[in-house]
């Protein structure tokens, strides 16, 4: 917004100096003419510099446009081949095909349900915990901004960045069920979760009205930056209870089950590093300093959680694993999703360096203790990274860096000690909502089509079972 | 015709394969094979999931040769394969009753 006025101040001055010459030509043949000539002169400057206004205004809001569409595409990026690459290249070689589907086929369906209604029960206008039917069918979702939302965005823009969320949210659970899910049973539960988990949860946090939504004044004003509830809370929950719901794949713990091609997921882990930045920094929603600042605490926070992660290897196995340093730096992405924005680059390291050290504990030694089979840790890193992240937020989110209390103190740190039971109960709310809504749905589908494919398929792989595919036909 | 069929390191494979083209032995197939015999294995951890792995990667050599050449054969295959350590592999000798090229229907060691 300092900005913005900033902008406006010096494109006003060159135009005043680029009117100047103007009116020295002008002044002598002023001398000797009526009153009413120079008021027409003065009502064209006036005309003149509503324009410029205008102008200036349509050129910091294309400006917006172009970093939100940006980010848009880079979020979707996270989803295909980001996230795809990252857990198809964990699974082993008879599963990839159907990993890979699994996400891609997320991109086309939530895309067609948001269309048709789910944008408008998250973003729609309603009761706190959920939207209405305003915007079915994209109604009234066009080029003017939605000032409730983002006042210098086509609202059509705003649809299509949150869209993204949507799609990447449920593609993320698809990590506890790898391996053992009939794609059809798949397709059903995340067609329901979508509406009965993410909706609810993205208008309560976000949504106009939303209960827990800090802008918009909730209830209890939850700071969730990028989706650090939203996103990673409801995904990896709904990934322990789908986990815990589905039992184990055939063999585990026993058998050996290591990742087939650990290339596949650096490159995707890499994607999804950088696509990040579109979701953390493109959730400014405009391309102003706060996207800056959200950008570095994002890259910040991804990096001191792979140090944590690859250092926490090496001193316990002697060696820092490329698959460690990689998970710590998507658990350090996940934890900085609802910080980024509220917080300093400082604070980004240390919530990056706790949230590395904490999943590495989770993942490693807490899973294998209580030997529930989440295939490929969607709770130990998104969870878990999810709920670290928010909680840090309540402690470090300053009014220095966004002022989103009308100038008061934000988080702990800040002098607002409060902003940590705010943070409790959105978290409280996330693990809620996410574990029974999927605890029902599961049951649901499982009732009506089945959840788990076969023993026979599942030894076969997915690949074949599911999709008559092979991945590797060397 | 004696056929040789070598375990080597797969590091050591192009040296081998000079030795044996050096000492006129004509052809050879490879396989990349896994195995073990005294060498023990390593373990490998993913994620904190530790893995033995005791079936190590190996060359597969084979190549069938003229009974006078079988001993300098093997004596380029040790030369060039070893290096000292457990892991070196072994070397097989057999006997071949025939051999026939496909392509003319040459056989013996014509054919080779």
Not at chain 1, 186 to 193: A, E, H, S, Y
Not at chain 1, 254 to 270: D, K, R
Not at chain 1, 416 to 439: D, E, R, Y
Not at chain 2, 11 to 17: C, G
């Amino acid at each position: 917004m300092r900005n913005g006025s900033a902008v406006l101040f010096l494109m006003l001055s060159f135009g005043w100096a680029g009117l100047a010459p103007a009116r020295c030509f002008a002044a002598p043949g002023v001398r000797g003419r009526t009153a009413p000539a120079a008021a027409s002169a003065e009502a064209r400057t006036a005309a003149r510099l509503t324009q410029l206004e205008r102008q200036v205004a349509q050129a910091r809001d294309a400006g917006d446009n172009a970093w939100m569409l940006t980010s848009a595409a880079l979020v979707l990026l996270m989803t295909g081949p980001g996230l795809a690459l990252f857990y198809g290249g964990l699974v082993r070689k008879k599963n990839v095909l159907a990993t890979l589907m699994q996400s891609f086929s997320l991109m086309a369906i939530v895309t067609v349900l948001w269309a048709l209604v789910s944008f408008s029960l998250a973003f729609g206008r309603g009761s706190p915990f959920i939207g209405g039917f305003g915007y079915i069918f994209l109604r009234g979702v066009g080029a003017a901004p939605n000032p409730a939302y983002a006042s210098t965005i086509p609202f059509e823009t705003y649809m299509i960045f949150q869209l993204m969320f949507a799609i990447i949210t449920p593609a993320l659970i698809c990590g506890a069920f790898a391996e053992r899910m009939k794609f059809s049973a798949m397709v059903v539960f995340t067609v329901l979760w979508s509406l009965v988990v993410y909706a609810p949860m993205a208008h309560m946090v976000w949504g106009q009205g939303g209960w827990l939504n800090a802008s918009g004044g909730g209830s209890f004003p939850t700071l969730d930056f990028a989706g650090g509830t939203v996103v990673h809370i409801t995904s990896g929950v709904s990934a322990l209870v789908t986990a815990l719901y589905l039992g184990r794949r055939i063999g585990y713990p026993e058998q050996p089950m290591p990742p087939h091609n650990v290339v596949l997921s650096f490159i995707g882990a890499c994607l999804l590093w950088v696509g990040w930045f579109g979701f953390n920094a493109g959730s400014a929603l405009s391309a102003g300093p706060l996207a800056t600042s959200a950008f570095v605490a994002t890259h910040f926070g991804a990096a001191a959680a792979a140090v944590g992660w690859a250092g926490a290897e090496w001193i316990r196995n002697g060696k820092p694993s490329v698959l460690g340093a990689i998970s710590g730096a998507v658990a350090g992405l996940v934890a900085i999703t609802p910080a980024a924005g509220f917080v300093s680059p400082i604070s980004a390291l240390i919530i990056g360096l706790v949230a590395g050290l904490v999943c590495y504990g989770m993942v490693t030694r807490v899973k294998a203790r209580l030997g529930y089979d989440d295939s490929l840790d969607a709770f130990g890193v998104h969870g878990v990274g999810g709920t670290v992240g928010a909680l840090l937020t309540g402690v470090f989110a300053a009014r220095a860096i966004n002022p989103i209390f009308k100038g008061q103190p934000v988080g702990l740190l800040d002098g607002h000690p409060g902003q940590v039971l705010n943070q409790l109960v959105g978290v409280a709310i996330a693990w809620s909502l996410a574990g029974v809504g999927t605890f029902i749905i599961l049951k649901v589908v499982d009732a009506v089509i089945g959840l788990r494919v076969p023993p026979e398929h599942e030894l076969q792989g997915l690949d074949i079972s599911q999709h008559g595919e092979e991945a590797y036909n060397l | 015709m004696k056929k040789i069929e070598a375990i080597i390191q797969p590091s050591r494979f192009e040296l081998v394969k000079s030795a044996l083209q050096e000492i006129g032995v004509q052809g050879m197939t490879i396989s990349e094979v896994r195995g073990h015999g005294r060498q023990k294995g390593h373990t490998e951890v993913y994620r904190g999931s530790e893995y033995t792995v005791d079936l190590l990667p190996k060359i597969k050599l084979e190549a069938v040769v003229p009974d006078h050449l079988a001993e300098a054969a093997v004596q380029a295959i040790l030369k060039s394969a070893k290096t000292g350590k457990i892991g070196d592999g072994k070397i097989f000798l057999s006997s071949v009753e025939q051999t026939i090229r496909i392509r003319n229907e040459e056989r013996g060691e014509a054919a080779l």
